[in-house]
């Protein structure tokens, strides 16, 4: 949700996942207030301009500035399988005569 008001552009509300950070710019000699609270609807945006009439053009400089700046989650490490709980052991394999077969037999293979 975007609300547009007259003035300069003076704080900007981001929410991030469960964090709340807070993005500000100098307007004049004040900083903007910045405040976490709102409407169900305004928590889940993105951000909310909270004084300033931005055009489009601003909007999406400052929406692709926030989205380059969201770290992003590692990816997950490949998951490995052991051999000893592997079910396919649990099958019979064929014998294989020979010297040494017996032994081998429970060798995986």
């Known amino acids: 949700m975007t609300e547009r008001s007259g003035g ?12 709340l950070g807070a993005v500000t710019e100098r307007s004049g000699d004040t900083l903007g207030a910045v405040t976490g609270t709102g409407t169900p609807e ?9 004084r300033g009439a931005p055009t489009d053009e601003e909007l999406a400089a400052l929406t692709a500035v926030l989205a380059a700046a969201t770290p ?3 990816p997950a490490p490949p ?12 099958f019979r394999t064929p014998l294989h005569p020979g010297p040494g077969a017996w032994r081998a037999s429970t060798w995986p293979r």
């Open 8 to 19: 300069t552009l003076g704080a900007v509300t981001e929410r991030s996942g469960d964090t």
């Open 79 to 90: 998951v490995t399988h052991d051999r000893w709980s592997d079910p396919t052991a649990r």
């Open 72 to 74: 992003r989650p590692a």
């Open 42 to 50: 305004e928590r889940r945006a993105a951000f909310r301009v909270v």
